[in-house]
Each structure stands twice: as C-alpha cells, then as structure tokens.
C-alpha cells in the first residue's frame, strides 16, 4: 500500500514539524559521520537552529489555519491530527528553539556538539508524536523515542558525577516505568481487544467480562505515566536527574517532555476510559488522580521548600507543577458541565509553564557560566550585576507562583476555576495554600538577588553568553505578555479539550 494512501491525505503536512526536526537531525548525524572531529560549533548551531524554527514556524502556521484541515486521523487511526496535537507541538517546539538557542553558550567547551543537538531534536520529535498519538501501540513508541535521547541528554556532562547519576537513575527508573506501562496496555489489550483509544472506548462503554484485568491494566499505565510526568510518588528519579543535568536540558525535560506527556493522559483517558462506564465497572481514575494531585502538590511543594540549593529548588517545584496540572484530571466527572474548562485550563497552564519553567531553568544556566555557585546565597547581589537577566527570571519565578505579572496567573486562575465549577473546591483550595507555599521558595531566590549582600565580595561576569542571555529575555517576555494576550492560546485549549470530552 502506498505511504500516501496509508497515512491520509497531506499526511505530510499534518506531520511537518515532525519532520522537519528528524530531518535536521539526521543531517546532524550525517555532519558528524562525514567530519567527526568537527569543531565548527556556529555551523552546526546555525542548522540545529534554523530547522528547530522551522519546525515552530510549521506547527504556528497549521495552528493558525494555514494548511489541511485538523480533526483527522493519519496511518490508519495511529495518528491523529487535531487542536490538541497541534498546541502542545507548539509547546515542544517553542521549549526546543529555547534550549537550543541557550545551549550555544552552555556546550561552546564540551565535545561532541553535534550529537548534543540531535539528541534534543530527536527526543522533541518523540513528543510532538506524543502529542500524535492516537492508539496505545504509538503511543509506547513515541514515549520511548522521547526517553531514549533524553536519558543520553541528562547524561551528557561526562566528567561530572552528578549529571552521569542521574542520567543513570533517570533510565534505570524510565525502563523500569516503560516495562510497567507496556504491561498496563497488554492486560488493556486483553480486557478490550484493540489498541486504537477510540475502539479501547468503544468496548468499555459496551462493557467487557474482565473488569479485573481491566482494572489492573489501567492501574498499572497510571503508575507509567506517573513515572513520566514526574508526580508523587513516582518522582524520586526527577530532583537528581534535574539536578545533574546540564541546565538547558533540565528545562527541556521538565517543560516539554511533562506537557507532552500529559497531552497523552488527557487523551487516552479521555477517550480509550470513559469515565461513567469505568465507575460503573468499579474503575476510578479519577479518584486516583485526585490522591496524585493532592500528594504531589503538598509534598512537592514542602520538599521545594526545605531545599539550600537553586536548581534543586527548582526541579522539586517542577514536581509541585505536575500536581497543579494534575487536577485536570482529578476535577473531571460524568457528564460535568464544565470538564472542558478545568481540561483546558491544565493545557493552558503546560503552555505557560513552557516558558516560565524552561525560562528559570536558563537563567541558572547562565549563573553557572558565571561560576555563580548552586546555592541561594550564593546568588545574593546578582541583581545588582546583572540587572537584565535577574528581573527577567524574577518576572517567571512570580509567574509560576500565579502572581498576577505574567500568563502563570491565568492559567492557575483557568484550571482552579475549572474545578470549582465542576464540584471540587478542595483541589482549588489545596492548589491556593501551595501556591501560598511556593511563594516562601520563590522569594528566598528573589530576595537573594535584589536584597542580600554577596558575603565574598561580588560575581566575576567576565563572560557573555549572549544566546542565554537571549533565550532568558523571550521567555520572560512571552510570559508577560501572556498575562495580556492570553485569549488564543485559551480559545485553542479551550477547542481543544472539547473535541476529548464533547
């Protein structure tokens, strides 16, 4: 059969920021094939570069209407193309251009630059299939063509102890989550016969004889994808990979992979588990993805709180995130006449939090260029030496708190009033006491850098990581201006979330 008539019409089109980064990729390999001890850094930056923005470029265009019409599926239903897939490819190419843009200045000493920047294009390529993914067998291949790259990625500091530990960690525990969620679709498969998420739904509104394999098929794929996106208590592999990570990439794996990730929660239980046939067969997910959200925003939080060191900090707030976005889910109910709201406001605050937690996660790149240190007093008088970069981070650091000076505002305010409409006051009632929570470890940054004394005399900012500095700046300004013009991008997860839930 020919790949045209499989895949659907324009199926190329659909799938065109995919592309485009696997093809610049391969030519990354190819560069590094050809000339392997190349150290022509602006060359292979320059492609890495301009084939990540074309990819952005590809996917705003479809966004905004310039190409085939979404609401279809490709390959056969393995794919499918909607508002969905399209924002959270959005997200990932947006995060990508970010990292890659703020890694120039990160990786200009390190060997092995090409590779570096095929791996980030080849694990976003599996995400934007994440978003794609339309059956559960696509699902398996493209979460592990993300985890794959991403586990090389956070290993990617060779020399340091710390980044080879936690990439070792990060797929020690990815394996182990993988065999755990492949288990979960084999009994899924048993219960249902089909992997296509449309026909998986299909069967368990007929209802099926085998509720207990069912169940536990179910139970187990949560547990996968609670190792994936990083919630309690599947999260003790994320501050250590984090944290070892080269900085730029820890963004990167706590910002995009999360959305992507999530993007795949919301559409397979959405659509493969409906809620009122699953709670008739005795299947509660909401249930348990209530009890996620609550533990994953109290202990995420307090474990944030109780940190010395910043990008620790930082990497156990990125735990206390997945908790907000959680509710999503938790706050959804049969028939609930405001699920699409509380749905898109989860997808609405993933986008923001693309750049506000990438944003942050640059930012201490660029203290680690000026030999800054990792803890909070370490960063005390940088405001005053880098006034620039310390008010854009202070900017996303509020933000992620909900303050009310970029998009973060909005989304908390979308996804808590989504849950309150729908009946569950208290996940918007424990979200407002973390976010108070947050409010402690956010500052105790915020104040090192405007109000404390360095204790030794100052920084030496003889460098100047441009890019970093650049990619600090958008993300700051995408967040304020989010905070004023977030009614598209609300419009888009709003349709989104209709077309999951009707």
């Keep these: 059969m020919a790949l045209d008539t499989l895949g659907g019409e324009d199926w190329f089109l659909h799938m065109a920021p995919a592309l485009l980064m696997i093809a610049t990729a391969i030519a990354l390999f ?192 949560v547990a996968g994808f609670g190792f994936k996106i990083a919630s309690v208590p599947f999260h003790f592999w994320a501050p250590d990979a984090y944290e070892g990570a080269p900085a730029p990439i820890s963004g990167f794996v706590s910002s995009a992979s999360k959305a992507a990730g999530f993007l795949i929660a919301f559409r397979v239980f959405t659509t493969a588990f409906p809620i009122g046939p699953m709670q008739d067969a005795g299947i509660d997910w909401v249930f348990v993805f209530g009890v996620l959200a609550v533990l994953t925003m109290l202990l995420g939080n307090l474990a944030a709180a109780t940190q010395d060191e910043v990008k620790r900090m930082l990497a156990y707030s990125s735990v206390a995130h997945a908790g907000y976005v959680l509710i999503a889910l938790a706050a959804l109910k049969d028939g609930g006449t405001y699920n699409d709201w509380v749905l898109a406001g989860g997808m609405l605050h993933l986008f923001v939090y693309g750049f506000m937690n990438t944003g942050a996660f640059l930012f201490v790149a660029l203290a680690e260029q000026w030999d800054v240190g990792r803890t909070f007093e370490d960063y005390a008088g940088l405001g005053e030496e880098a006034p620039v970069a310390s008010a854009a981070v202070t900017v996303m650091l509020f933000s992620l708190a909900g303050l009310p000076v970029g998009g973060g505002f909005w989304s908390k305010f979308m996804l808590f009033g989504g849950a309150i409409e729908n009946g569950f006051w208290w996940f918007a009632a424990i979200g407002l006491a973390a976010s108070a929570l947050s409010l402690f470890y956010y500052w105790r940054l915020i104040r090192a850098l405007w109000i404390d004394e360095p204790e030794h005399g100052g920084h030496d900012l003889g460098s100047k990581p441009t890019s970093l500095y650049v990619a600090v700046l958008i993300a700051a300004l995408v967040t304020v201006a989010l905070l004023a013009a977030v009614g598209p991008v609300e419009n888009v997860a709003t349709d989104a979330a209709q077309a999951l839930v009707g």
């Design 30 to 221: 190819g560069v590094d094939a050809i000339d392997p001890e190349s150290t022509n850094h602006p060359a292979v930056f320059g492609v890495t570069i301009v084939g990540t923005l074309a990819a952005l470029g590809s996917a705003v265009a479809l966004l905004l209407g310039f190409g085939p019409e979404t609401g279809t599926t490709l390959f056969a239903d393995q794919l499918v193309a909607d508002e969905g897939s399209l924002l959270f490819t959005v997200i990932v190419t947006s995060v990508t251009s970010l990292v890659v843009l703020g890694s120039y200045d990160y990786i200009r000493d390190l060997p092995d630059k090409g590779e570096f920047y095929s791996l980030t294009l080849l694990a976003a390529t599996g995400m934007v299939l994440m978003a794609h993914a339309n059956s559960l067998a696509t699902v398996f291949v493209a979460l592990e063509l993300a985890s794959l790259p991403s586990y090389a990625l956070v290993a990617f500091l060779k020399h340091n102890r710390g980044s080879v530990e936690g990439g070792l960690k990060y797929f020690l525990i990815g394996a182990v989550s993988s065999a755990i969620f492949v288990y979960g679709i084999s009994l899924v498969y048993a219960a249902t016969g089909s992997l296509q998420l449309s026909a998986v739904g299909t069967a368990v509104s007929e209802g099926v004889d085998q509720t207990g394999v069912l169940g536990l098929g179910v139970l187990l794929m």
